[in-house]
């Protein structure tokens, strides 16, 4: 069963804008990983947070996890039409195995 | 670094046919592949997970007589679809995972879609 739930399930944004995007889980987590897949291709490694982190950066990405609340965001600042894709949150239960939500399609608009 | 690809990008077959696809690690040794696939617009749902010189542990309502997987080498996994229905019909995505990471990354293939009429 899918362990992750993304919110929004779709965003549309003008170039330039942040945007967030959440993530909810259920049990208790490893670690947690944001992908990005473009249209029909593979995903793309974003972002690790661990377990025991609360925020990370990595470029215009930013991701915070809240354990507390099973909650992580995934925030794209000064967002450009190429970050255009659907963006993935997967959860690291134990041994690495990932469960990935049902992820958020982001637009971009020029 | 860190490079998977897949073969084939695209495949048609006719139903009842196999398929076979190939995941290779292009510049590292994958100790553990994993195989997912993903319906239009959904998200990817883990298969099976293999190791190289094991057998694949397969995921719940996965059928290993018809999704085999072989990891016969530490840059090669392959799937092979068995008997293959519409219902097969996905695109299939494969990640690998090598000991440098900690464990914790996985780099994933670029996917292939599989038409079955």
């Known amino acids: 069963s899918q362990q992750g739930e993304e919110d929004p399930q779709a965003l549309s944004i003008q170039e330039g804008e942040n945007a967030t995007m959440n993530c909810s889980y259920k049990?208790?987590?490893?670690?947690l990983q944001w992908y990005r897949q473009n249209s029909g291709r593979g995903l793309v490694h974003l972002i690790l947070?661990?377990?025991?982190?609360r925020e990370k950066h990595s470029g215009r990405l930013r991701v915070t996890l809240d354990t507390s609340k099973k909650s992580s965001s995934l925030l794209i600042t000064a967002s450009r039409a190429a970050d255009t894709a659907s963006y993935f949150c997967?959860?690291?239960?134990?041994?690495?195995?990932?469960?990935f939500g049902k992820g958020t399609k982001l637009s971009v608009k020029p | 670094g860190a490079v998977v690809s897949q073969h084939p990008s695209w495949v048609i077959c006719k139903s009842g046919t196999s398929v076979k696809i190939e995941c290779r690690s292009l510049?590292?040794?994958?100790?553990?592949m994993f195989w997912y696939r993903q319906f239009p617009k959904q998200s990817l749902m883990l298969m099976a997970t293999?190791?190289?010189?094991?057998?694949?542990?397969?995921e719940q309502g996965v059928e290993k007589d018809k999704f085999l997987i072989n990891h016969a080498s530490l840059t090669l996994s392959t799937l092979t679809v068995t008997s293959a229905h519409p219902e097969d019909s996905s695109f299939y995505i494969c990640?690998?995972?090598?000991?440098?990471?900690?464990?914790?990354?996985?780099?994933f293939g670029p996917g292939t879609r599989l038409t079955v009429t």
């Open positions: 293999s190791n190289e010189g094991s057998k694949a542990t397969y």
């Open positions: 049990t208790s987590i490893n670690n």
């Open positions: 990640s690998a995972r090598g000991d440098w990471t900690g464990g914790y990354e996985q780099y």
């Open positions: 997967a959860t690291d239960l134990s041994q690495g195995n990932l469960i």
């Open positions: 510049d590292f040794q994958a100790t553990t």
């Open positions: 947070i661990r377990s025991n982190e």
